[in-house]
């Protein structure tokens, strides 16, 4: 060992010794619920937190470990956990966070789920959102009451792509003694790590360009352990005692990670959001190429954009890395190597033509998902965001003639001649209409 | 628990079990620039075998107030005073790093309060070189990652927690970046100032442990071994791939070897 290790080999190797009985130098799929216990005083011992290791997989499975240990790693933080999904993080890390009466303040440009669970779901449950506009710091420092405990939005909004100020709200957040949480899907760690710039703890839908292939969902929370849970009274639920475990105080018994211990303890055992192991295994295979996609992510999405701007079918084009975009000069400073691989563009012929446009193109697929390692695209207003109201529609930057592209890794030139075609059957229309 | 010693504010892990001094006590010491943190996985453990615990942060470490202490001499006076303040007798001093030399120091000076030692990753002296000093008093954030880097071995390096999903290094820079600004700097300047190692040790009568790690970088092997070979009744244990943070990176191994060394010592 001659150093800490670089990103792109802890992206092969973190979380992983192969073990001295078998040697697989693969991580193991440990496909099991449970795990025998040497004697009573061991499983006692591993209920009572004495001990590090795994007693259900429900709370921890080995498989699943080494993917948040790898996480963890890569973001340079104190601890991961991993979920079913990404939602399942955000869900769950907001539970553990507020209680009833508690308040958040969030971006008002985001994933239509996320506006969902906060604008609609929440709220049955006593916890309220104030959405605003990412851009507006000024709004979100004047959003934030005595009873708000997180500020949470997308680093890079879905799908208007918004960029938001990490280090300038992370310094929000910390002189009113609340945690910021991003979701950082579109990012990766691969283009910002925030933790860096003094966000607290972030989301990752494994499902997209962490895993990159299409074939596993999963989600993470990711803990900074650069909040003082025991600065003020707010954080009584990780800085007081604990209802079981004899009312363990995770803020004093474990220091830095007492959100994840609480997460585990509280998240994790409550609600059983679990990642299944083999998803694990498939989302490692995914980490392994990382930085790999990303470079061909980012180096596509140029050329994508090239073709896009200068394109007589197209309308405009939204991209963070584009000059006319409002958080142009910011994506730059914060992420150099490049604002994401999500594109967003208007058709000249509006909706119906970009209907046509979806419907004809053969190599880039229609689907709901994003950050694969294929070309995909969707309609926003009608799939991803249509159960969010007309009015966070209008908030979010959602057009109806929107069409967004997550960019893949093909060869360039294929995509290019797919689009050709659909942009030829979008003119088609066009012409039918008039 | 909270305590106050000197009118500081001192924080006292117990392992999560309120403390009693009529049982064994056990004194967990911490290394320079750490806190009570550095016990995690072991003062919860021993806390629910029948140990009273303590793992006390020194002034200006982990959520204790007050000054850093300046010397390994202070640091052990304060230690015995602590036990003062919660009217116990004598306990097991077990030490890491620093925590080896006040524990040497505290049982040479104060041998009638101290019942066994055990001392972690130690040395009998751990002199700091000029630019780690530099570091700690100038650019703190590059001392504590440097410290971290060094301190873990192959495992740490790995991420292969025994905690599921913990990162060592992340944990560490986090734990050390919590202390008060001056806690490092005071603790390098201690250990670097600190002579009476040999003499000391030399003069400890009671049993004492000596757990090591083979890929230690702060405190190498050998110094270790030399410290228990002074030790008048110290028995060594090597632990294979461990670095210097070893209560951490082989938790169950540091546990049961020192849980062993106190039921043997028990029955002696």
């Known amino acids: 060992m001659s150093g800490d290790y670089k990103f792109d080999t802890l992206s092969l190797h973190a979380g992983h010794v192969p073990d001295e009985r078998h040697g697989s130098r693969a991580v193991p799929i440990h496909q099991t619920t449970s795990y025998v216990f040497k004697d009573t005083e061991h499983a006692a011992a591993l209920y009572n937190q004495e001990l590090g290791g795994h007693l259900y997989t429900r709370i921890s499975n080995p498989t699943i470990a080494v993917l948040e240990q790898r996480i963890a790693a890569l973001e340079g933080a104190v601890a991961a956990t991993a979920t079913a999904s990404g939602m399942a993080a955000l869900a769950t890390a907001l539970l553990v966070l507020c209680s009833q009466g508690d308040h958040i303040v969030a971006s008002s440009r985001m994933y239509g789920a996320n506006i969902n669970l906060l604008e609609n779901t929440l709220p049955r449950f006593g916890i309220t959102t104030s959405f605003i506009d990412p851009n507006d710091l000024a709004g979100i420092e004047n959003a934030i009451q005595p009873n708000t405990k997180v500020i949470f939005g997308e680093v890079i909004g879905n799908p208007g792509l918004d960029i938001m100020d990490v280090e300038a709200i992370a310094k929000i957040a910390a002189s009113a003694g609340i945690p910021l949480m991003l979701d950082c899907t579109f990012n990766t760690p691969w283009l910002l790590k925030p933790l860096e710039l003094g966000a607290n703890l972030i989301i990752h839908s494994l499902t997209k360009w962490i895993g990159g292939h299409g074939v596993a969902i999963g989600g993470v929370v990711v803990d900074g352990g650069n909040f003082d849970w025991g600065q003020n009274d707010k954080f009584s639920n990780i800085a007081g005692p604990h209802y079981a475990m004899d009312g363990i105080n995770f803020y004093e018994e474990f220091g830095p990670a007492a959100f994840t211990a609480k997460f585990r303890a509280e998240g994790m055992y409550n609600f059983g959001p679990s990642l299944s192991p083999t998803n694990a295994f498939h989302i490692l295979q995914g980490m392994e190429t990382l930085s790999l996609r990303m470079q061909c992510h980012m180096d596509n999405t140029a050329k994508m954009l090239e073709f896009l701007v200068g394109h007589d079918a197209v309308a405009w084009v939204r991209h963070p890395s584009l000059p006319d975009h409002p958080g142009h000069e910011l994506a730059k400073r914060m992420m150099p190597r490049g604002a994401g691989s999500i594109i967003v563009f208007g058709l000249k012929g509006g909706r119906d033509a970009g209907r046509a446009f979806i419907e004809s193109v053969e190599l880039a697929s229609h689907l709901a998902n994003v950050g694969d390692a294929k070309t995909l695209v969707i309609h926003p207003a009608s799939t991803t965001h249509s159960h969010i109201s007309a009015e966070a529609m209008v908030e979010g930057g959602l057009s109806d003639d929107m069409i967004r592209i997550s960019v893949g890794l093909e060869d360039f030139t294929d995509i290019k001649a797919d689009f050709e075609l659909g942009f030829l059957a979008a003119a088609k229309k066009l012409k039918l209409k008039e | ?268």
């Not at chain 2, 942060?57 to 036990?83: K, N, V, Y």
């Not at chain 2, 990162?167 to 560490?172: D, E, I, K």
């Not at chain 2, 009671?206 to 228990?228: R, S, V």
């Not at chain 2, 791939?241 to 540091?254: D, K, Q, T, W, Y």
Request: some cysteine; proline content about 4%.
């Open chain 2, 1 to 268: 628990m909270k305590h106050q010693l000197f009118d500081t504010n001192v924080h006292i892990a117990t392992g999560g079990r309120t403390f009693n001094n009529d049982g064994e006590i056990l004194v967990f010491i911490h290394g320079s620039g750490q806190s009570h943190l550095t016990w995690i996985l072991q003062s919860r453990y021993f806390a629910y075998r029948g140990y009273q615990v303590l793992a006390p942060d020194f002034p200006g470490h982990g959520l204790s107030g007050g000054t850093p202490l300046d010397s390994i001499e202070a640091m052990a006076d304060w230690i015995i005073a602590l036990l003062d303040s919660l009217d116990v007798n004598a306990a097991c001093l077990v030490g890491h790093s620093q925590g080896c030399l006040v524990t040497i120091e505290a049982a040479a000076r104060y041998p009638d309060r101290v019942a066994r030692v055990g001392l972690i990753a130690g040395a009998l002296a751990i002199p700091v070189n000029d630019h780690l000093l530099s570091l700690s008093d100038k650019a703190l954030s590059e001392a504590i990652q440097a410290m971290i880097s060094w301190g873990h071995g192959p495992m740490g390096h790995m991420h292969d927690n025994t905690q599921p999903g913990h990162s060592f290094l992340g944990f560490g820079n986090q734990l050390m970046a919590a202390n008060n600004q001056n806690a490092l700097k005071n603790d390098l300047i201690a250990c670097n100032k600190y002579k009476n190692g040999e003499d000391s040790a030399s003069k400890i009568q009671q049993p004492a442990l000596c757990i090591l790690a083979e890929k230690d970088k702060m405190t190498p092997l050998k110094f270790g071994q030399q410290m228990a070979n002074t030790l008048i009744r110290g028995q060594v244990t090597v632990i294979e791939s461990a670095g210097h943070m070893l209560p951490a990176e082989f938790p169950n191994e540091v546990n049961t070897t020192l849980r062993n060394f106190l039921n043997e010592t028990d029955k002696s």
